[in-house]
C-alpha cells in the first residue's frame, strides 16, 4: 500500500446524536452502504466515509476532515510551533490507527490520521464520494503561512474573474509538496475567507465536498430527507455547486461536474 502524501485529505467522518437517521439520509442521499462491524459508509463497497454515533453532546454535530500523516505525534508539535493548536493530542484507533484533532490560526478543526490497517478513502472523486476540501478563515495570511510551513501547501491565488466572481474575491487553491507550481491537476482543496455574507457568528471551519450527479436534484432530496439548503445552486467554471446542512445539521457540499460540451 503507498503511503499518502503528508497532508494530503484521507479521510472524512461526521459524528451524528441520531446514526441510524444519518444512515437513512446518506444511504439515500449518496446511495452508500454500511459495514455492520465497523463505522464506515461503503460506495460499491469501497470505503468512503466514516458515520459515528456522537459521544459528546456538547461537540458540534460537523463532517471532520483527516489529513494523512506519517508520525501524528511529529506533525503535532510542527503544528503547535506554528501556531495551531491541538484539540485532542494522538491517539491509537486500533486497526484504524492513530488519529488527533488540531485547529490553524484561525480556529478551524481538522484532523491527523496515521494509518493502520487501512489506509482511509477507497474511493474518492466519483459520484457519492469525496472530492474536495476548503477551510473557511478569517484570517486568511495567518492560514496560509500556517499550512505551508505545517505541509508545506504549494498555493496559488485563483483569478477573480476566471472564476466568474466579483473583484476581491479571495480564493487560494492548494496543491502538495512535489507538484508543480500552478498544475491544478494535484489540488485537493483550497482555502476561503469567510467575508461579511457570512453570519457574523460563523467561526473558522473545513468544509467537505462530495460529487453528485445532478445538483439540483441532491438539494431538492435533502429538503425532502429533513435537511436544508445552505447556500443555494451556483455555477462555476469546476461545475454546479451548493453547499447544504443534513437531517441533524451537519454541514457539507455537494459538486455536480460539468458535462461535456455536447451535453451527453
Not at 449518496?30 to 463497497?45: H, S
Not at 499550512?147 to 473583484?167: M, N, S
Not at 468544509?207 to 462555476?236: I, K, M, N, Q, S
Amino acid at each position: 500500500m503507498a503511503a499518502r502524501t503528508e497532508g494530503t485529505p484521507c479521510w472524512v467522518d461526521a459524528q451524528l446524536p441520531d446514526l441510524e437517521a444519518g444512515k437513512r439520509f446518506y444511504g439515500e442521499l449518496f446511495g452508500w452502504t454500511f459495514d455492520p462491524q465497523r463505522d464506515e459508509a461503503l460506495l460499491d463497497g469501497r470505503r468512503v466515509a466514516g458515520l459515528l454515533p456522537k459521544r459528546d453532546g456538547r461537540m458540534p454535530t460537523t463532517w471532520t476532515l483527516y489529513l494523512a500523516t506519517r508520525d501524528a505525534g511529529t506533525l503535532s508539535t510542527r503544528i503547535k510551533a506554528a501556531g495551531g493548536q491541538m484539540v485532542m493530542e494522538p491517539y491509537p484507533v486500533g486497526p484504524f490507527g492513530v488519529l488527533a484533532l488540531a485547529a490553524d490560526p484561525g480556529g478551524a478543526v481538522f484532523g491527523l490520521r496515521q494509518a493502520g490497517d487501512d489506509d482511509g478513502f477507497e474511493i474518492t472523486n466519483e459520484p457519492g464520494a469525496f472530492c474536495w476540501m476548503e477551510v473557511y478563515t478569517r484570517r486568511p495570511e495567518a492560514v496560509d503561512t500556517f499550512y505551508a510551513t505545517v505541509f508545506g501547501y504549494l498555493g496559488r491565488q485563483t483569478d477573480a474573474e476566471e472564476e466568474g466572481r466579483d473583484e476581491g474575491f479571495d480564493y487560494r487553491v492548494w496543491s502538495p509538496p512535489g507538484s508543480r507550481p500552478g498544475d491544478d491537476s494535484a489540488a485537493f482543496g483550497g482555502r476561503a475567507v469567510i467575508t461579511d455574507d457570512f453570519p457574523a457568528e460563523m467561526p473558522g471551519h473545513v468544509l467537505v465536498y462530495f460529487v453528485v450527479h445532478d445538483c439540483d436534484e441532491a438539494c431538492a432530496t435533502t429538503v425532502r430527507l429533513g435537511g436544508r439548503v445552505a447556500t443555494p445552486p451556483f455555477d462555476t467554471p469546476h461545475g454546479r455547486i451548493a453547499v447544504l446542512h443534513d437531517n441533524q445539521g451537519a454541514r457539507f457540499a455537494v459538486l455536480a461536474e460539468p458535462k461535456p460540451a455536447d451535453g451527453s
